[in-house]
């Protein structure tokens, strides 16, 4: 009797409430940011609406927007999302809105795409970097080395642009803040400027902000400073980051653990463990849950909080992951692109009883 009792607990792992800062999620289901390419100068639309209320309604305790742009060219393509004006975030707070309407809480994440920005949206066919006569700009790094042989090389930030990259996180946070959401996301990973930074690979810089892992961590860190000093200490924030490069002589776990330290010691609630997106000279073992090795060492050796995600595609796996310790939630992004409503699923798979459905649902849920 007592090892079914202990069944069920760990069943329901997923589906147990979780607290970070002063907020409490329902379920530790987190949708991942998940880009959409479907914006008009960085103004998110109807479409957004519907993609992210849309999980929101089907049971997800966070729903995150996709990489949104700190500036117009932080973003990735000209059909990413943005918030450095009000246009951007009055429309975000209506969707905001509706996502907490629905129950679930609303997350930004706020990014700068670096050298991997000015790129056409993925259908394009050969995806590729824009000119400016193409509606593209001139992408920017920690140093004059493109993402991959052929790309024009983006131009080096000088030490006062980094420091005005670093107001524009600020005031993007500022603008989040005022669009009602929950939680801020820094994004440091996936290649795209943060990690730019961090990585020997694409960080050659020879002053402050470049050579030892001290000097590479600096801009990354203070962006973190800056965006916590106006965000509210109850709403959480997270830092996704990529804990490994995949490739030799980049960024690994040993670095992203002195990194967590630093992140936890400012105020960060969540380490959003990904991987890789810096090199494509990566070399990636594909695999279900092939990230989350990472997340665990992060959170046994710091005890930080933290998210697994990658190749999660089902809710034993999910809450396995959680029920062995290995993480504290789960960002799922291509599952819930196939089905918007996993967190509904996942409950009457585990047995889960005590969820509730949108009323206007609940005659389908037997």
């Known amino acids: 009797m007592l090892c079914q009792f202990a069944a069920v607990i760990v069943a329901a792992m997923l589906f147990t409430p979780i607290k970070l800062a002063q907020v409490e999620f329902k379920n530790r289901i987190f949708v991942s940011p998940m880009c959409q390419y479907s914006a008009k100068d960085g103004v998110p639309n109807d479409w957004h609406l519907v993609h992210l209320g849309s999980r929101a309604i089907g049971g997800a305790a966070l729903v995150m927007t996709e990489a949104t742009g700190v500036s117009a060219v932080g973003r990735i393509s000209p059909g990413c999302t943005g918030i450095w004006n009000e246009e951007q975030a009055a429309v975000f707070a209506r969707i905001v809105r509706f996502i907490q309407e629905q129950g679930a809480l609303a997350g930004i994440q706020l990014a700068h795409a670096g050298r991997k920005g000015s790129t056409s949206v993925p259908w394009d066919s050969p995806q ?3 000119s400016a006569a193409q509606g593209g700009w001139q992408a920017v790094g920690p140093s004059a080395v493109p993402y991959k042989n052929g790309d024009p090389e983006p131009r080096a930030l000088s030490v006062r642009e980094i420091s005005g990259v670093v107001g524009e996180f600020r005031e993007a946070a500022l603008r989040s803040l005022k669009a009602g959401f929950d939680v801020a996301e820094i994004h440091m990973a996936h290649g ?3 990690h730019e930074f961090l990585s020997p690979l694409s960080n050659l810089r020879i002053d402050q902000y470049g050579g ?3 000097n590479r961590m600096r801009m990354p860190l203070e962006v973190v400073d800056a965006v916590r000093a106006v965000w509210p200490l109850q709403k959480p924030l997270f830092v996704r980051i990529s804990a490994s490069d995949w490739a030799e002589g980049g960024w690994d776990l040993a670095q992203s653990l002195i990194l967590a330290r630093e992140l936890q010691s400012r105020g960060v609630n ?3 463990c990904s991987s890789g997106g810096l090199t494509p000279k990566q070399e990636i073992d594909l695999r279900p849950g092939y990230q989350v090795p990472f997340a665990e060492a992060i959170r046994k050796k710091t005890g930080m909080p933290v998210g697994a995600v990658g190749l999660i595609t089902n809710a034993k796996q999910a809450d396995e992951i ?13 599952e819930f692109l196939r089905d918007p409503y996993f967190s509904l699923h996942a409950a009457r798979e585990l047995g889960v009883t005590d969820v509730k459905w949108p009323v206007q649902y609940e005659r389908a849920r037997n």
């Not at 029920?323 to 291509?334: C, E, N």
């Open 322 to 334: 959680l029920s062995a310790g290995q993480a504290d939630v789960v960002f799922l992004a291509r």
């Open 212 to 214: 030892s892992l001290e």
């Open 192 to 194: 795209y400027l943060l």
């Open 128 to 130: 590729r970097v824009l």
């Open 270 to 272: 969540l380490i959003d």
